[in-house]
């Protein structure tokens, strides 16, 4: 016999009413698929996904990851004056006075030599580029008008027209000749002068000679001590700016910990007062609940632009911003937690004739002190996050620093240095809070 079988053999069975059941069922699970589908479909034509595929450039993504582990060196040739200079990308005195081993001058010619067999010379009003596999390009400027020869078809990765030759044979290797210069670009992995300056006499020492001069007699410096020295070249290093980006990430910690720190003193003494077991009166409950609600529910980014609007630029805008939002989180989560506590805990205290202040203390703080400490910081953690989004508006700190090496357009490794530098920092708080949170709560 089936399960069937037997079920229909069952007292009271109505194979009807199962059937329509799963139909009902089976319609249901349809519509949701089906409304699931409708709602990506809306999404994608919503979103413009096909327009966006269509228009993106993946090529400029592959440029920008690359200069953010690279650096570009540029070999260029004022075609008015006919000087030619060796310098590095995004420094602003980073110019070789004697050109490097792979930059060869023989009087008025130039050879470049990009590596794997990729040569430019540079002579007069033009440039001749050798590239392997595919041949020899000529460029040269004539009469305001820039006249190529090629050896074959113009392969995808050359760009002519009368204004300005732009040839790429490899992502690290670039010639670009226009009606007033030749330039040639090639990349080199590292960051440049990342610790001294370019100019810098401690760029010629090893890391070893580095820490024998630090503690060496011999002053490099009639004003300060070797060690010193070394210390204040790195931190004042004009393209990396060290200094004021360790004093950046400060105030980005600094701002998330008063605002948490705030947030949970103010909250908690709020929380007693939203909890239904500790305040009788039903308006003040509801008054609290909804301050919580007002406080969160604006946006911590807006109450950094009302902040801005209200107090001006700085590090206090941010911790103010976190703090509001936060007190109304930390408010809401506290109450509920206040409301789930065990009053027999709370009746033996009052039994040894406490105060109100000591039952709170010995009978409900310990129920609820691993729920405060994890949430306190865990938003601890979260908070040194929105803060460095919160500085990009205006609030300072390493946020700030972040959105300025965007706009100045320059080389993207200032920009992965301060990203890097920020994921470090998080990843501290993360390893330091989850170290007090097991030392606080599980001794």
């Given at each position: 016999m089936t399960?069937?079988?037997?079920?229909?053999?069952?007292?009271?069975?109505?194979?009807?009413?199962?059937?329509?059941?799963?139909?009902?069922?089976?319609?249901?699970a349809l519509a949701a698929l089906a409304a699931v589908v409708l709602y990506l479909a809306y999404a994608w034509h919503a979103f413009g996904v096909s327009t966006l595929i269509a228009t993106a450039q993946p090529d400029r993504a592959v440029l920008?990851?690359?200069?953010?582990?690279?650096?570009?060196?540029?070999?260029?040739?004022?075609?008015?004056?006919?000087?030619?200079?060796?310098?590095?990308?995004?420094?602003?005195?980073?110019?070789?006075?004697?050109?490097?081993?792979?930059?060869?001058?023989?009087g008025g010619r130039t050879t470049v030599d990009l590596g794997d067999g990729y040569t430019v010379t540079i002579e007069?009003?033009?440039?001749?580029?050798?590239?392997?596999?595919?041949?020899?390009?000529?460029?040269?400027?004539?009469?305001?008008?820039?006249?190529?020869?090629?050896?074959?078809?113009?392969?995808?990765?050359?760009q002519l027209n009368p204004a300005k030759v732009d040839a790429r044979p490899t992502i690290?290797?670039?010639?670009?000749?226009?009606?007033?210069?030749?330039?040639?670009?090639?990349?080199?992995f590292g960051w440049e002068n990342f610790f001294f300056p370019f100019r810098s006499e401690l760029t010629a020492y090893s890391a070893g000679e580095l820490a024998g001069l630090a503690v060496s007699g011999d002053r490099l410096s009639a004003e300060l001590p070797n060690w010193r020295y070394i210390l204040d070249?790195?931190?004042?290093?004009?393209?990396?700016?060290?200094?004021?980006?360790?004093?950046?990430?400060?105030?980005?910690?600094?701002?998330?910990v008063l605002g948490t720190m705030i947030a949970a003193f103010v909250g908690l003494p709020l929380a007693f007062l939203a909890a239904s077991n500790f305040t009788p009166s039903r308006v003040l409950q509801a008054a609290t609940r909804r301050l919580f609600d007002f406080l969160r529910?604006?946006?911590?980014?807006?109450?950094?632009?009302?902040?801005?609007r209200a107090f001006g630029l700085g590090p206090l805008t941010g911790a103010l911003a976190i703090a509001f939002t936060d007190t109304g989180s930390l408010g809401k989560l506290f109450s509920e937690a206040l409301e789930n506590i065990d009053d027999k805990?709370?009746?033996?205290?009052?039994?040894?004739?406490?105060?109100?202040?000591?039952?709170?203390?010995?009978?409900?703080?310990?129920?609820?002190?691993?729920?405060?400490?994890?949430?306190?910081?865990?938003?601890?953690?979260?908070?040194?996050r929105s803060?460095?989004?919160?500085?990009?508006?205006?609030?300072?700190?390493?946020?700030?620093?972040?959105?300025?090496?965007?706009?100045?357009?320059?080389?993207?490794?200032?920009?992965?240095?301060?990203?890097?530098?920020?994921?470090?920092?998080?990843?501290?708080?993360?390893?330091?809070?989850?170290?007090?949170?097991?030392?606080?709560?599980?001794?």
């Amino acid at each position: 016999m089936t399960i069937a079988d037997t079920l229909r053999a069952e007292p009271g069975f109505q194979a009807d009413a199962v059937a329509a059941t799963v139909r009902r069922r089976s319609w249901a699970a349809l519509a949701a698929l089906a409304a699931v589908v409708l709602y990506l479909a809306y999404a994608w034509h919503a979103f413009g996904v096909s327009t966006l595929i269509a228009t993106a450039q993946p090529d400029r993504a592959v440029l920008l990851g690359l200069d953010s582990v690279a650096h570009k060196v540029h070999v260029t040739k004022d075609l008015r004056a006919g000087d030619l200079q060796v310098s590095i990308e995004g420094e602003r005195t980073a110019v070789y006075e004697q050109p490097p081993a792979w930059v060869a001058t023989d009087g008025g010619r130039t050879t470049v030599d990009l590596g794997d067999g990729y040569t430019v010379t540079i002579e007069d009003r033009g440039a001749v580029f050798e590239v392997p596999g595919y041949g020899t390009i000529v460029a040269r400027v004539e009469g305001g008008k820039i006249v190529t020869d090629l050896p074959g078809p113009a392969p995808d990765w050359l760009q002519l027209n009368p204004a300005k030759v732009d040839a790429r044979p490899t992502i690290g290797r670039r010639l670009q000749v226009s009606r007033t210069r030749i330039e040639v670009h090639r990349y080199f992995f590292g960051w440049e002068n990342f610790f001294f300056p370019f100019r810098s006499e401690l760029t010629a020492y090893s890391a070893g000679e580095l820490a024998g001069l630090a503690v060496s007699g011999d002053r490099l410096s009639a004003e300060l001590p070797n060690w010193r020295y070394i210390l204040d070249t790195f931190l004042t290093n004009p393209d990396w700016l060290h200094g004021e980006v360790l004093i950046a990430l400060f105030e980005t910690v600094m701002m998330a910990v008063l605002g948490t720190m705030i947030a949970a003193f103010v909250g908690l003494p709020l929380a007693f007062l939203a909890a239904s077991n500790f305040t009788p009166s039903r308006v003040l409950q509801a008054a609290t609940r909804r301050l919580f609600d007002f406080l969160r529910g604006i946006d911590m980014l807006i109450w950094s632009l009302i902040f801005i609007r209200a107090f001006g630029l700085g590090p206090l805008t941010g911790a103010l911003a976190i703090a509001f939002t936060d007190t109304g989180s930390l408010g809401k989560l506290f109450s509920e937690a206040l409301e789930n506590i065990d009053d027999k805990q709370v009746d033996g205290v009052r039994a040894t004739g406490a105060s109100r202040l000591q039952r709170y203390r010995f009978g409900v703080i310990p129920q609820i002190l691993p729920v405060l400490v994890s949430q306190i910081l865990y938003y601890l953690e979260s908070n040194t996050r929105s803060a460095t989004v919160i500085g990009a508006l205006g609030a300072g700190g390493i946020g700030l620093l972040l959105v300025e090496t965007m706009r100045t357009a320059k080389d993207w490794e200032n920009t992965t240095y301060i990203i890097i530098l920020t994921i470090l920092v998080v990843f501290a708080m993360d390893s330091l809070s989850r170290r007090l949170r097991r030392r606080l709560i599980d001794g």
